[in-house]
């Protein structure tokens, strides 16, 4: 199952009403290389359903995000861009050139964690692990513009 239909599946169960344009929402934040605002999730869905409201689109990301198969992506304005919820041991990492969110395979941190409660006596319920760098086609282009700029 993939993971559209996975989500029509659980917004379903939690009583959620599959309309055309909230599958459209779904499937634009599902397939999406980046993390998107809700402002860009409502531009995109109104090309599809130009009726669609921008109400729609907020309450179909909040019943996402409530059921957590959505996450806020933490960037230097805040907090305003959504994407997939990672699975598992499963991190993002957001290109500071593009805004490309990928998610990877993290490492196993329950040691970290077990020093880090020895230490301050907290006991680590969750975590959230976003690394920032710069993609491939970001420092290609990089590249290309510096190696423009000295022939210049």
């Not at 230097?76 to 290109?95: F, Q």
């Not at 020895?118 to 692990?129: A, S, Y």
Request: proline share 3%.
């Amino acid at each position: 199952m993939d993971r559209i239909d996975q989500w029509v599946r659980v917004l379903q169960k939690s009583g959620c009403r599959i309309t055309a344009p909230r599958r459209a929402i779904i499937e634009i934040i599902a397939n999406s290389q980046r993390a998107l605002q809700p402002i860009e999730v409502y531009h995109l869905s109104k090309q599809q359903y130009p009726g669609i409201g921008l109400v729609t689109v907020y309450r179909t990301l909040d019943r996402l995000e409530e059921l957590g198969l959505i996450r806020r992506v933490h960037q230097e304005d805040g907090c305003h861009t959504l994407m997939p919820a990672a699975n598992g041991h499963e991190h993002y990492l957001v290109c500071t050139g593009c805004g490309r969110t990928i998610l990877f395979q993290g490492d196993d941190l329950s040691a970290l964690f077990s020093r880090v409660e020895t230490k301050t006596g907290f006991q680590v319920n969750e975590h959230w692990l976003q690394l920032f760098g710069i993609c491939p086609d970001c420092l290609d282009h990089k590249v290309v513009i510096e190696k423009e700029a000295r022939h210049a």
